[in-house]
């Protein structure tokens, strides 16, 4: 991708159901970002949220309608190219049987620095994980430090801060912390992403008067959207 001043993401008409099912998942699904802009993305349990998500990074591609990615159907671009410019933080984190600094290096196109990836643990609240002598040998997964829920959710939150795809979407990155926490974590992820394209989904409405789209999604439809003061 040339320019990436013009990353722009288009769905048109996108319909899609998962295979073996016959329900529709998303139904004539139409919205467009343009590259910088923050979406927020609001639904109901099982109104297809995640499943637009997954549609993006193109773990499925839809039955009807196109995506566009800076104007070109995203079918079109390199998986390398699209994991470079995009990358999805999932509902469920997985931790991988492997050291902490390889569990923070994953999905990552450059080599991230110890010092870079000590600070951003801190940052995130994950400073008691680096006081075992292992440091970031720490091993994790199977047989590993276990973490608890809020562990991983952090854990996959210093991922996304050490990430640099110029394209980032989250999937509630801040389910299940308190509202003190969120609030923090929302602060940094907004800060991190100031040039970035974000797309993130969400229960709740923290910080939302920050983004410049908020798209709600309800039974398969995109039903609103506008900017915070319209809706
Ligand atoms: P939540 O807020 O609970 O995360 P959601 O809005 O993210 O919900 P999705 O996970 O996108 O909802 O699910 C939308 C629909 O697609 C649901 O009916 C769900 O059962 C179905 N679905 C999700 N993932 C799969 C899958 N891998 N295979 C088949 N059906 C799926
Ligand atoms: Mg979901």
Redesign the pocket.
Known sequence: IENTTALSITFNNVCFT????E?I??NTISFSVLQGEKVAIL????????????LIVRN?DPIQGEILLAGKPIQSYSEQSLRQHICLLT?RVHIFSDTLRNNLQIANSQLINDEKMRDILKLVGLKNLLEQPEDLDLWLGDGGRPLSGGEQRRLGLARILLNDAPILLL??PTEGLDRETERQILKLILAHCQHKTLLM?T?RLTAIEQFDLICI?DD?KLIEQGSYTEL
Request: hydrophobic share 20%; no cysteine; charged share 25%.
């Open positions: 998962y295979p073996e099912r329900d998942a998303l639904g109901k349990t099982g109104s297809g949220k995640s499943t637009l998500l997954q499925y509902q999937d509630e989904v229960h999604i398969t």
